[in-house]
């Protein structure tokens, strides 16, 4: 198993980057007193909101709330996974990402000499495209597929010749070379130690991951009546898991900046004539279904989803696979369509009769996934009688419950129950049952407090929050907290997170208030915190907001006082005095005094 990054990394990762030059690369700033603005990239607007701190190394927006740290923005941004954004801010400051090991305790294994080769193996290809005596026949396939120059350099287009050991030749004698071809699928050893090139006589399409690196190959044959495989892809390897790539993601993201949607297409050559006919949003899966890892990438790139099948039977039935992998992921602010070719026609040969514009109102016009899947449900039921809607909401039974709950699941189950002519509510209690009792289980009426515990608990919670924001502005205050577990006695909701949180600080006071909030990500309080971070301190004066701060903490060590006097009163209220025992009393005639 993949060991962790440890946080003591990532701490000094995020000292040693500035989130200005980060952003700064990316969208324009200009400086404003302290700070620097700029439009938000996440959200349209003309007017400025958008708040970059160096001193805090924090940005914050505030129309739309985003916020964060250089990996925030960095993942936000360039659609990047956690790891891959702290990889590309390590590479740009020169360090090495470690890992702390697993449970396995294996090693990590360096995988940059297979990356080093498969990018060398991409350019020998490329050469050959320009260079070989046999390259004319691929040239004039590609341009017999309609695909120019430009094109075909920016997907990387290459060509291996025929003969078995050209990439082999060209690597030379050097052993951990020839290792790495081996280990990444590019060349075949065979039992007797023999090795021979995997890919001959082929147009040769590279496979890129989300860094932009070479991993994987796909070839297409020249000839339409070769023995050999139409398509030849790459062996799954080290660094190449078809069930995880998407072919054609990383060239959508360099060639939008917002990307509206994602066309998902067959195969590699789809991708790239709908790229040559400028639609730039097509991936396609590698040989494989769709699958939850893909559909989660392709969410965290953009909004909307577009499935794009043929239109027979088989089309029916790979939709109705990727409908099934869909509905896990599927909730509001995600959408999914579905697409269905005219007969006979792929991507490629529909865009070039019909033109980019007529394809993409296709596009555009897709069949949402919720008729979709209705629609695919009621062909198996007779809806007019009750027998078969009996058996429509069978068959839906097992679908329904991957939903996520939430607004889209309630909106498809009313749907659902027009259809079965049956009350919305009463359908779900049959779909959801399980998951409603367990609810109901866990959120049993609690017992009301009186108004005045009411209103001073939401009083505490506000002088809690004014805290946090002040330690997320001044982290050196944290210094004049004294003992935060002492604070623990008080009750107080939520005051775990400030004892955790001077307890970082007092541990570590060079904590810049990026830094403090990438050791919240993904916990419940990130969210809160963060906007916390975001809003301007009341008070920009220095020794004022330690006065404040002080303050703060005094009245919160007081209301934790007055806390526990309350817990006494209600504990001896129903005992008598005189059945008081002598440290009762003491206790009690103390905490009164406070």
Not at 67 to 94: K, N, P, R, T, W
């Amino acid at each position: 198993m993949a060991g962790k990054i440890p946080q003591s990394f990532i701490d000094d990762l995020l000292a040693r980057t500035d989130v200005v030059d980060v952003i700064d690369s990316r969208v324009t700033l200009k400086k404003k007193g302290k700070d620097y603005m700029a439009c938000c990239p996440f959200h349209g607007e003309k007017t400025p909101s958008f708040s970059v701190s160096r001193e805090k190394q924090f940005y914050y927006c505030f129309g739309c709330g985003a916020s964060g740290s250089a990996l925030s923005f960095l993942m936000d941004y360039e659609h990047l996974g956690f790891v891959e954004a702290i990889e590309m801010l390590a590479s740009q400051a020169g360090m090495e990402v470690p890992r702390e090991e697993g449970e396995d305790n294996r090693p990590r294994v360096n995988y940059e000499p297979l990356y080093a080769q498969l990018e060398a193996s991409s350019l020998f290809f490329r050469e050959q495209l320009r260079h070989h005596p046999q390259a004319q026949r691929a040239i004039d396939y590609l341009k017999d597929r309609g695909l120019s120059g430009e094109i075909t350099t920016a997907f990387g287009i290459g060509f291996a010749p025929a003969g078995w050991d050209n990439l082999i030749k060209h690597v030379g004698d050097d052993p951990a070379k020839q290792q790495a071809l081996t280990t990444t699928g590019m060349v075949i050893e065979k039992d007797d130690g023999k090795r021979y090139d995997r890919f001959r006589d082929r147009i040769m399409i590279p496979i890129l991951d989300k860094r932009g690196r070479v991993i994987a190959f796909g070839g297409r044959v020249l000839d339409g009546d070769s023995q050999g495989a139409k398509y030849l892809n790459s062996p799954e390897t080290p660094i190449f898991h078809k069930g995880r790539e998407l072919y054609g993601l990383y060239q959508a993201r360099k060639a939008l900046r917002d990307i509206p949607r994602l066309l998902v297409v067959e195969g590699y050559m789809d991708v790239i004539a709908l790229a040559q006919f400028g639609v730039r949003y097509a991936v396609a899966t590698l040989g494989t279904a769709t699958t939850s890892e893909h559909l989660e990438q392709l969410f965290r790139a953009t909004d909307e989803v577009v499935f794009c099948f043929d239109g027979d039977r088989a089309g029916r039935a790979a939709a109705e696979r990727a409908l099934k992998n869909a509905l896990p992921v599927i909730r509001e602010g995600r959408e999914a369509k579905f697409l269905f070719l005219p007969d006979g026609e792929d991507p490629d040969s529909l865009i070039r009769r019909e033109g980019q514009a007529n394809f993409e109102t296709r596009v555009k016009k897709a069949m949402p996934l919720s008729q979709f899947l209705l629609e695919n449900l009621t062909d198996q039921a007779d809806i007019q009688s009750v027998d078969g809607r009996a058996r429509l909401l069978e068959l839906a039974r097992p679908l329904f419950s991957k939903f996520s709950p939430g607004i889209y699941r309630d909106l498809i189950t009313d749907q659902l129950a027009k259809l079965a002519e049956m009350d919305p509510d009463r359908l779900a209690g049959h779909l959801y049952k399980s998951e409603q009792a367990a609810s109901t289980a866990e959120t049993a009426t609690p017992q009301r407090k009186p108004s005045h515990v009411a209103a001073r608990t939401r009083a505490d919670n506000k002088i809690l929050g004014r805290i946090i924001q002040c330690l997320l502005h001044k982290p050196n205050l944290a210094a004049l907290a004294g003992e935060p577990a002492n604070l623990l006695s008080s009750g107080e909701p939520g005051v775990e997170i400030l004892v955790e949180l001077l307890g970082l600080l007092q541990a570590q006071p060079e904590l810049n208030t990026a830094a403090i909030i990438e050791h919240w990500r993904d916990k419940p309080a990130g969210a809160r915190m963060a906007e916390l971070a975001g809003q301007s301190p009341l008070l920009d004066d220095e020794a004022a907001l330690m006065h404040e701060f002080e303050a703060m903490m005094e009245s919160l060590r007081k209301q934790g006082q007055r806390r526990k006097l309350e817990a006494m009163h209600a504990a001896l209220s129903n005992k008598p005095y005189s059945e008081w025992s002598e440290e009762e009393k003491n206790s009690f005639r103390n905490q009164s005094l406070v």
